[in-house]
């Protein structure tokens, strides 16, 4: 295998977590599905600006979190289903407990600060560390803690979650996601 080959097989393996923030970013499979499309034809066309043996996937997600924002410039004054009138309609049967627990969630998560959402699927979801999250977010490690934190106070409030625990003096919080993520 050569440079190229590895470069690509870590690009790849990046993907599903690429998707996942990004899905949590928007809130919309389709967009989310462009964004991480984006992202590898960017990172693609600026490999020469990745520094070798550094984090791969701290790139791709400090790539992807850049043209989430530039995207949410723009579109910031368009409105999709203001009213909530489309949602309204949907339905869901009682076997979809899983899904209809999973959208609570979703929504919990779409009602944090956009800082918040993004700290806390960076670090409980995507199983990046306090510092993998600050240098991606581009703030302090604190700034993460505390965003976290908050994020998970919220979250759980909105979902009637009691006795969560404080969690700003761990020095990394469990990963939630299925195993965490692969280097």
């Not at 409980?124 to 999250?133: I, L, N, V």
Request: with cysteine; aromatic share 6%.
């Amino acid at each position: 295998m050569n440079a190229q080959d590895d470069v690509r097989g870590a690009m790849l393996a990046a993907v599903p977590s690429l998707r996942a923030f990004a899905i949590s970013l928007c809130g919309d499979v389709d967009r989310a599905n462009d964004l991480v499309q984006e992202t590898l034809l960017r990172a693609w066309s600026h490999l020469d600006s990745f520094e070798p043996g550094t984090n791969m996937s701290a790139w791709l997600f400090t790539i992807l979190r850049n043209h989430f924002r530039t995207e949410y410039r723009k579109r910031r004054r368009e409105v999709e289903d203001a009213d909530g009138g489309y949602a309204e309609r949907l339905t869901a049967r009682e076997e979809q407990t899983a899904h209809i627990e999973f959208n609570e969630l979703r929504e919990g998560l779409m009602k944090l600060s956009p800082d918040q959402r993004e700290a806390l699927i960076l670090v409980g979801a995507s199983g990046f560390s306090y510092e993998e999250a600050a240098k991606i977010c581009n703030c302090a490690v604190g700034t993460i803690k505390s965003r976290v934190n908050r994020a998970r106070l919220r979250l759980a409030e909105t979902l009637g979650v009691e006795n969560v625990p404080d969690m700003t003096n761990e020095p990394d919080p469990p990963i939630a996601a299925s195993g965490g993520r692969e280097e």
